[in-house]
């Protein structure tokens, strides 16, 4: 298994915080029995604890980097919430203990007087700066890896700071002739343990029971509605695992939209998504829905495509309150006639239940040629006198400019013709495709043998 630079960093802070809490520990159990301070005490025993909780955290760390495998579908990232959870029973235990001590000894009589010397402060003064300095490096990196085991760790060498201030601030009270002061101290300590308890068993709950991140769903959902091409944002499911965000995004998409453009539309979610949280992993759906708007040509032209039909030449008339529909449907030539009838007919019925009862429709089926045609080009002659012919019907036309890029290929069919040309950009598709009509017309008068002609227009000055 091949580590990642995150799982190298999340180890070696977890290995650096072992060594810091067993040290610590051992300091303060040391100065604890030397000077009989039951503060310190519940220091030591909290330290104890939490020397075992960064070993248990340094193995979740270790086993949350496995990838997902054929029980673990989705990682093992979830390790670390549950040593995040141990480590809150851990806490809460000691909270209780420490405080129904340091009740005891307020209500009834101190055991011992409490001896607080300079080692004693001393160990405790480098508690706190030990404590500071892997609180903030520990929440950094928790932070960067989204580590749930490091953030509980964090949370406990922060608990460990406030906790080692008043067991100081108990010391001194005792120094100066207060002695309950340090079951006072102790008090605090319990308290504080018990608030880093709630806090890490929150999160780690949430985490366990898949509580999405707070607000980020609806973030998301913003940013992937304004997404072109997405009708709406269906659903958005998270959950938190380990250092991701896994998930399921549901968009809906126009029913007419090709399926190469649904593919880039969820291309355009997933990043757009990425800016958002680039640690989540979501499976984006993308569902058909039919829009208010759209119109009974679109209907047609989706029926069509769905079976992978061609058609053109799509009429839609509204005659008397009812729909009536004509269509040129293109068919292979080789086909049968009563084939062809059973294809066509079964269009007009898919195309009548969508648009309703008492729509009227017809189709006229027209040869598709099916195979690719083999051709050469024609003789140089022949390509010029057809471009001739075209550049003067476009000079007495007055709409079709600057004919150019003339082909003219011989095939067993005939001449295919194809060609550029330019026209206003202001003219409507029907004026061109009507002057352009006119140039191929002229051209088959003036060259029967042309079986095909394609004019090209461009808007002039492109």
Known sequence: MLMTDADALKEKAALASITASALLTLGKLVAGLFSGSLALLSEAGHGLLDTGATMLTYFAVRASGKPADEEHHYGHGKVEAVAALAETGLLIVLAIYVLVEAVRRLLGHMAEPVEATWPVFAVLVISIVVDLVRWRSLSAIAEQTRSDALAADALHFSSDLVASVCVLLGLVASRYGYQQGDALAAVGVSVFIAIAGYRLGRRTIDTLVDAAPKGLADQIRASVGAVAGVAMVDSVRLRPAGSQVLGEVGIMVPRSMPLERVASVKQAVSA?????????????????????????????????????????????????????????????????????????????????????PGVEVETHVEPLEAAELSGRDAPLEKAQAIEAVLAEAARDGGVISDVHDVRVRETLSGLVVNYHCRADQSLTVDQVHEAVDKLDRRARLAEPAISRIVGHAEPAGH
């Open 272 to 356: 757009a998504i990425a800016l958002v949280s680039p640690e989540a992993n979501v499976t984006i759906t993308a569902n058909p829905i039919a829009l208010d708007d759209e119109s009974a040509l679109e209907l047609v032209l989706l029926i069509a495509a769905r079976r992978r039909l061609a058609i053109h030449h799509v009429t839609v008339q509204d005659v008397n309150g009812a729909k009536a529909v004509s269509l040129d449907l293109e068919l292979d030539g080789r086909m049968t006639l009563g084939r062809a009838h059973e294809i066509a007919t079964s269009l007009e019925e898919a195309i009548e239940a969508e648009l309703g």
